[in-house]
DNA sequence: TGCAGATTGTCTAAATTTTATACACCTTTG
DNA sequence: CAAAGGTGTATAAAATTTAGACAATCTGCA
């Protein structure tokens, strides 16, 4: 059943954390609850998480998810590659936005589903865990960039520090 | 005062789309309204859109949005380089999440503040219109890879489909 | 503990790609 | 119209990638 390794969850309420690791508890091998924010730069250290699961609350008293947002930029600084899964009770929109502008890869409100949950975590991974062949990368890249310079060959080549020979090459082959 | 060129604009209700021609029109040169979704895939093929600003509702009595989340993917699907920002009055947090998940590059609510409005869209195009030079994104692909191959280069070098050989090559450049 | 299999660094030589530079020919655009 | 800029193509030299190989670790597990 446990599909997964470790996973990261913080939330200062001990029964949420109860609740989390026992619904986890069915995906990943190892549910790692955290109830202070400021614990989970020293663990990603000593654990290997796969994915974090931040609440956004944890002074008592403020609701506005500031916090966690400033946790979730502090972690993808660190640890760019870490999925994180925002979870809040005093969800609105604006949060939303700005928490997945930021980098996170869901935004889920308590309270939650389990199954939901468990779903969307799933899907994060998937995801998140699939490497793209270095050649497919570029020639998205290098579609992308063509088309913003609307077919300026010249252009595209400068902005994107290789040669235009070396563009045409590249955009011959597919 | 014009920045930009050209945005489309779409929204069913023609007293909004007055609103937002006036608005918009301090910051592009050109701005196109259409009042039906339908319009948006041939209007993309005459006009050179920066940017476009989409409503989320449009048939009478429905308004979940999922109407706007449709053609968002279409448009996405034809027009990857294009931005879309969304534009609701029906917004909740779901809806906010699937929008930036199916690509959205913004999320704003009605009624909007225009200058806010026009601040966001600023973000959106400058975040939008940097390229990225090739090396560069390949570097930050790579340590991507090799971090979540853990650290093992022989199974990152098979992902990324280069040599080993080649995945040291790069990786000692930095 | 010890071994089989996987991984690492490093090396070759051949194949391929990139670069700088150049040239003639189109398109814009003032 | 003329200048400026873009295209498509070419060459040779420089750099990179590839396949293949090797001994030296490292790792999982019986």
Redesign the interface.
């Known amino acids: 059943m446990t599909e997964y390794g470790t996973i990261l969850v913080v939330d200062d309420n001990a029964s949420i954390l109860t609740a989390l690791r026992y619904c986890l508890g069915e995906m990943f091998a190892r549910v790692v609850c955290l109830s202070r924010p400021e614990e989970v730069l020293p663990a990603l250290q000593r654990e290997?998480a796969e994915l974090i699961l931040l609440d956004m609350n944890f002074s008592l008293g403020i609701n506005d998810g500031r916090e966690g947002l400033i946790w979730l930029q502090a972690i993808r600084k660190q640890h760019?590659?870490v999925p994180v899964v925002l979870l809040t009770a005093y969800?609105?929109?604006?949060l939303?936005?700005r928490g997945?502008?930021s980098g996170a890869s869901?935004?889920i409100?308590k309270p939650w589903d389990n199954e939901d949950l468990l779903h969307k975590l799933r899907d994060v991974l998937k995801a998140h865990?699939r490497?793209?062949?270095?050649?497919?990368?570029?020639a998205e890249?290098?579609r992308?960039?063509i088309?913003?310079?609307?077919g300026n060959m010249t252009e595209?080549a400068k902005?994107?520090?290789?040669t235009r020979q070396t563009l045409y090459n590249k955009v011959k082959k597919w």
Chains 1, 2 share one sequence.
């Open positions: 290997e760019p590659d969800a609105d929109v604006q939303a936005v997945l502008k869901d935004f409100t865990r490497i793209v062949p270095l050649e497919q990368m570029e890249h290098i992308r960039a088309d913003q310079c609307h595209a902005q994107l520090g290789v």
